[in-house]
C-alpha cells in the first residue's frame, strides 16, 4: 500500500514541480568561462541566508556579546559550520529528485505522518514569521516613531512587495533581496569599524571554544539560544525548492554541475550570513561589554546606547536600518516557504496572494493582541516564544531530509555516503538534544 502510494505521489509530483509558476525559469548561460556558468546560480543560497540574520538572532548575539564578550563567537562560527551541511543536503533534495522537502515527505510518509510534518511545518512557519513581523515593526517605531501595532499592520504590505517581484521574474525578487542583505552588511561593517574592536581576541575566540561555556550554567544557555536559532525548518523547505528555479539540464551530469555551483552559492552566502552575525555580536561586546553595560539583551535598549557609547550621530540610526532591512527579508523568504509547505504536503494549489495574506494573518493577529495589551514588553515576550517554537519544530524537518537525502532508491548515484550519513544524523542529533536542553530550560525558567 506504501509502494502504491509512493508511486503514485511520483507521478503526481512529477506532473505539478514545486513552485509551478517559477520553475526552471531562470535561463543558464552554456559558456565555458565557469565563472559565467556560476553566476547562472547565485541567489537560491542568499534567499536561505536571510534567515540567519534575522531579528529573531539579533537579540541573542546582543545578550551574548554584552554579557560575555568575544566568547561566543565560536558558537557562531559552529552553527554556521552545522548550517551548511544541512542546506547542501536539501539542495541536493531539491536538485538531484527535483521535488522540494515537503513534497518528498508526503510521497514518503503515510497520510497522518504527512500532515502531522505539514502542521509543524506550518507552526515553524508562523513563529517565525512572529519574530520578523515584530523586528520590523520595532524597527519603524524607532525610525519613525510609529506605534508598535500600526507597524505590524504597516509590516503585512510586503506581500504585495513579492508579488510585483516576482511576477517579473524570480531573479528580480532575488535581487532586491540581495540589496537589502548588502545594506545589513555594508551598515554592520561601518559600526563595526566605528567600535574598534580587540581584533586578536575576535579571531581568537572565532576559533577556539571556551571551556566556560560548559562551567558557566548562563553561557552554555546563550550558546545553545546561538544554536537553536541556527537552522531554521522553513530554510530547508525552502532551499529544496526554490534551487529548482534554474534551468540546468535534468540529467546525470547536468545534476553534477548544479550541485556543484548550488552548493558553491550556499557555502558563500551563508559565510556572508555568519559575518553579519558575528558583526552584531563583535558590536555588542566593544560598544556595551567594554564600556560596562553587561546587561544589554532589548533590541530598543541597543538602539538608545549605541549613538552616545560610540560618539557618532548616525551609529543608532544606522542600526535601526539594519534591522528594518533584515525584518523585511526575512518575511518575504518565510512567506514563499508558507506557500512552498501548503503545496508541496496538501497539493493544494491557491493563488499566491491568498495563500501570502494565510501566512501573514498567522503571524501579524497575535502580534496586534499581545502588542494592545502589553506593549513592547509583550511584543519581547512573544520574540522569545517563536523561538522556543521553533526548536521544538527544528527536529522534524532534519531528520527526514537526512532520511531522504540517504536513500539510494530515492537518490541513486547522488545518495549520502556512510560517511556523510554519519557526520549529518551527529548534527541532527546535536542539535535536537540541545533543542530539547533550551526548551526545558526555558519552561522552567519561567
Not at 541573542?60 to 554584552?66: P, Q, R, V, Y
Not at 505522518?113 to 519603524?140: H, K, N, P, Q
Not at 553587561?294 to 560618539?311: M, N
Not at 509547505?341 to 494573518?361: A, C, D, H, K, Y
Amino acid at each position: 500500500m506504501q509502494t502504491a502510494r509512493s508511486a503514485e505521489s511520483v507521478s503526481a509530483a512529477s506532473d505539478r514541480p514545486s513552485m509551478p509558476d517559477m520553475h526552471a525559469s531562470v535561463r543558464l548561460t552554456s559558456s565555458p568561462q565557469f565563472w559565467r556558468r556560476m553566476l547562472g546560480f547565485i541567489g537560491p543560497g542568499f534567499l536561505v541566508s536571510v534567515g540567519y540574520m534575522d531579528p529573531g538572532n539579533w537579540a541573542t548575539d546582543l545578550a551574548a556579546g554584552s554579557h560575555y564578550g568575544y566568547t561566543l563567537l565560536f558558537v557562531i562560527m559552529v552553527s554556521n559550520l552545522m548550517a551548511i551541511l544541512l542546506q547542501s543536503l536539501s539542495l541536493k533534495l531539491g536538485i538531484v529528485t527535483g521535488r522540494d522537502l515537503a513534497q518528498a515527505c508526503r510521497e514518503r510518509y503515510s497520510k497522518p505522518v504527512s500532515v502531522a510534518l505539514w502542521l509543524f511545518a506550518e507552526i515553524a512557519i508562523a513563529a517565525c514569521d512572529l519574530a520578523e513581523v515584530i523586528g520590523s515593526a520595532i524597527a519603524l517605531q524607532l525610525l519613525f516613531g510609529i506605534p508598535l501595532i500600526a507597524g505590524v499592520i504597516i509590516t503585512s504590505l510586503d506581500v504585495l512587495m513579492i508579488l510585483l517581484l516576482e511576477n517579473r521574474g524570480f531573479r528580480y525578487l532575488e535581487a532586491f533581496v540581495i540589496v537589502l542583505i548588502g545594506t545589513i552588511a555594508t551598515l554592520f561593517a561601518i559600526e563595526t569599524f566605528l567600535s574598534r574592536p580587540a581584533w586578536h581576541s575576535v579571531f581568537f575566540h572565532l576559533v577556539v571554544p571556551s571551556s566556560s561555556m560548559v562551567t558557566n550554567p548562563a553561557m552554555l544557555y546563550i550558546a545553545i539560544s546561538i544554536l537553536g536559532a541556527t537552522v531554521m525548518p522553513h530554510n530547508l523547505y525552502l532551499h529544496s525548492s526554490i534551487v529548482q528555479t534554474r534551468d540546468y539540464e535534468r540529467t546525470p551530469w547536468g545534476k553534477r554541475e548544479a550541485l556543484r555551483f548550488a552548493n558553491i552559492d550556499s557555502a558563500v552566502a551563508l559565510t556572508f550570513a555568519l559575518f553579519v552575525n558575528a558583526a552584531i555580536l563583535i558590536v555588542a561586546a566593544a560598544v556595551f561589554h567594554r564600556s560596562g553595560h553587561t546587561q544589554v539583551a532589548e533590541i530598543e535598549d541597543a538602539y538608545k546606547l549605541l549613538t552616545p557609547l560610540l560618539g557618532f550621530g548616525g551609529a543608532s540610526l544606522m542600526f535601526a536600518l539594519a534591522l528594518l532591512a533584515s525584518g523585511q527579508n526575512s518575511t518575504i523568504t518565510g512567506t514563499l516557504a508558507g506557500q512552498i509547505v501548503m503545496e508541496g504536503f496538501l497539493e493544494i494549489r491557491l493563488p499566491s496572494w491568498l495563500r501570502r495574506l494565510i501566512t501573514r494573518s498567522a503571524a501579524i493577529i497575535p502580534t496586534v493582541i499581545v502588542t494592545a495589551f502589553y506593549g513592547t514588553r509583550g511584543t519581547s515576550n512573544l520574540l522569545i516564544l517563536s523561538q522556543v517554537i521553533l526548536s521544538m519544530q527544528l527536529s522534524f524537518a532534519v531528520f527526514p531530509l537526512v532520511a531522504l537525502t540517504s536513500d539510494r532508491r530515492k537518490m541513486g548515484e547522488f545518495s549520502n555516503k556512510r560517511w556523510l550519513i554519519a557526520l549529518s544524523y551527529s548534527v541532527a542529533v546535536f542539535i535536537a538534544g540541545l533543542n530539547g536542553w533550551l526548551l526545558i530550560a526555558t519552561f522552567r525558567s519561567h
